[in-house]
């Protein structure tokens, strides 16, 4: 057993940055299914929005973000999110996060653009903006002695007691094929999204929404996992992983064009490409879906290459792998899925309704992103939650360790290389792409949920029958949340945000939270 103040799980922007805080003054177990740096901050392109610029202020961050989420944020925690972004950037810098600095003025940041914002707010790191931040936080995280860090540890269940408290969690070792228990004070999600739960994803292969899962078996609410996010720009390729084309590329001025060259945007909104990221991600699919085609193009030919090298090198690096000189060519874009809205609901502090049990990062629902996260807001959220658990945590520092459930263990374990489910994977991810995609109807949501209803009878017993591999892990997480997701969707009875069902195309008017308890279903 191995035990700590803190378990971390997950060891993206949202642990990494938690673990640094809480280390000061506790021991910290940081698990994480592969390297420490293999996470979905590592592939962030875009950056943190920030009100830094004379002629921005916070109240425009802020209109932003409840006029990109919809009517669903909680205004109150967008308004806190805002006004501590600042202090939390200079904390990163402090740590040793470089981000660009303007070509012909090194005192000032190089402020990018995005999608629904008002102002150039984005702090960024040329195009590799995650890649930065995670290895700043890395090297800090390597030198602190409070911090043990497991890598190759796949977090199994979370341990609960009979008075609603979470111990830590069963946790399967990769490389040993054995089961470990970690046992702590206080627990904290911060496991990432959920993006390979469908076919086509910016997400690494990580992203099984393992956190929500695990939250969601031991009684944790969930919050509003149908507003998931596509992001409309990633590079087509056919049968393959979507490579992400920054928002910033638009922000820099990208056009949007059909195969025939014409312009589709004004059609849509007055802001653009630069409208909010699901009316963008919304017209791209209905000009696809109209034409039957499987991509548009992205148009930044009107910058030189010497521009786009020096602000996107990994984007035109990437490109030129593919054989598109971004400079000349148009590139071929289409969206995908990119990042939940919804998941572990959390109050003001992180606190989940399980005890001791925090949530942060993507892996919560603070009602920061309402219906429709804006850009860019989501590293933001991440390190202003991690300050928020850290000071409202460290009130259970000094209570002692409960004792723990005794451990009948249920998980199978095999010294052999056991069998991997591949095909119930393939299945989840196509029921999820075909029908709980970006534009939904009442008889898609009920043909997916009896679909999936089946393959979660399957996935159980396969789970139960099976040695423990992590892609068993992964396949349990991955069926449950397109489970959450079309009971979700089911129960909205509107369209809203990322949320459009052709059945109910208007908005309610009173904007309402969608809560699933596992709880209730059992009842
Ligand atoms: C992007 O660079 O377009 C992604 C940024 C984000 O998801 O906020």
Redesign the pocket.
């Known amino acids: 057993m191995i035990k700590s103040d803190y378990l971390i799980i997950g060891s993206g922007i949202a642990g990494l940055k938690l673990a640094l805080k809480v280390a000061q003054t506790a021991t910290v177990s940081l698990i994480t299914k592969k390297k420490l740096s293999d996470s979905c901050t590592q592939k962030?392109?875009?950056?943190i929005a920030c009100v830094i610029d004379k002629s921005d202020t916070f109240q425009e961050h802020i209109q932003d973000t409840l006029t990109s989420g919809a009517g669903l944020c909680n205004k109150d925690m967008v308004t806190k999110m805002v006004n501590e972004a600042p202090d939390r950037l200079n904390e990163l810098i402090k740590l040793g996060v470089n981000f660009t600095k303007k070509e012909n003025n090194q005192e000032e940041f190089d402020l990018g653009l995005?999608g629904g914002h008002s102002k150039r707010r984005i702090l960024h790191t040329r195009?590799l903006?995650g890649k930065e931040i995670e290895n700043c936080l890395i090297t800090n995280i390597l030198k602190n002695k409070n911090i043990t860090i497991f890598e190759n540890h796949t977090a199994i269940d979370l341990i609960i007691n009979k008075d609603n408290i979470c111990l830590g969690a069963y946790v399967f070792a990769n490389k040993q094929n054995s089961i470990e228990t970690f046992q702590a004070k206080i627990t904290a999600l911060a496991c990432g999204g959920a993006g390979k739960t469908y076919l086509y994803t910016?997400n690494p292969d990580i992203s099984t929404g393992d956190g929500i899962a695990m939250a969601y078996r031991v009684g944790a609410d969930i919050a509003n996992m149908e507003f998931v996010?596509f992001?409309p720009?990633c590079l087509y390729r056919e049968n393959t992983n979507f490579f992400?084309?920054?928002?910033?590329?638009r922000g820099e001025g990208a056009i949007l064009r059909l195969k025939d060259g014409s312009q589709f945007m004004h059609k849509y909104s007055q802001k653009k490409e630069l409208a909010p990221?699901d009316i963008v991600a919304r017209a791209i699919d209905n000009e696809l879906k109209t034409r039957k085609e499987n991509y548009v193009y992205l148009d930044i030919t009107s910058k030189n290459k010497n521009f786009l090298i020096k602000r996107f090198p990994n984007i035109y690096t990437k490109c030129l792998e593919y054989g598109i000189d971004m400079e000349k060519d148009m590139i071929p874009v289409t969206p995908a899925a990119?990042?939940f809205c919804g998941g572990v609901k959390i109050d003001v502090n992180g606190r989940t309704n399980i005890k001791n049990l925090y949530a942060l990062g993507e892996t919560a629902c603070s009602g920061i992103h309402g219906a429709n996260?804006?850009?860019?807001?989501?590293?933001l959220e991440a390190i202003v939650y991690a300050d928020r658990v850290y000071k409202d945590s460290l009130k259970f520092l000094n209570k002692k360790h409960y004792d723990l459930p005794s451990f009948s263990c249920q998980y199978k374990i095999s010294k052999e290389s056991s069998f991997i489910h591949m095909q119930e994977c393939e299945e989840v991810r196509h029921i999820s792409w075909n029908y709980l995609n970006i534009s939904r109807s009442n008889e898609n949501l009920i043909k997916a949920k009896k679909k999936i209803n089946t393959l979660t009878n399957k996935v159980n017993t396969l789970f139960e029958n099976s040695p423990i591999t992590i892609e068993n892990i992964e396949l349990r997480n991955i069926t449950c949340i397109a489970d959450l997701i079309v009971n979700s969707a089911i129960q909205r009875k509107e369209s809203r945000g990322l949320h459009y069902n052709i059945n109910y195309p208007t908005m309610l008017p009173v904007a309402k939270d969608t809560i699933i308890n596992i709880k209730d279903s059992l009842v």
């Open positions: 962030a392109q875009g950056g995005e195009d903006t910016s996010q992001h720009t992400l084309i920054s928002e910033a590329v990221r990119h990042f996260r804006l850009a860019s807001n989501s590293l």
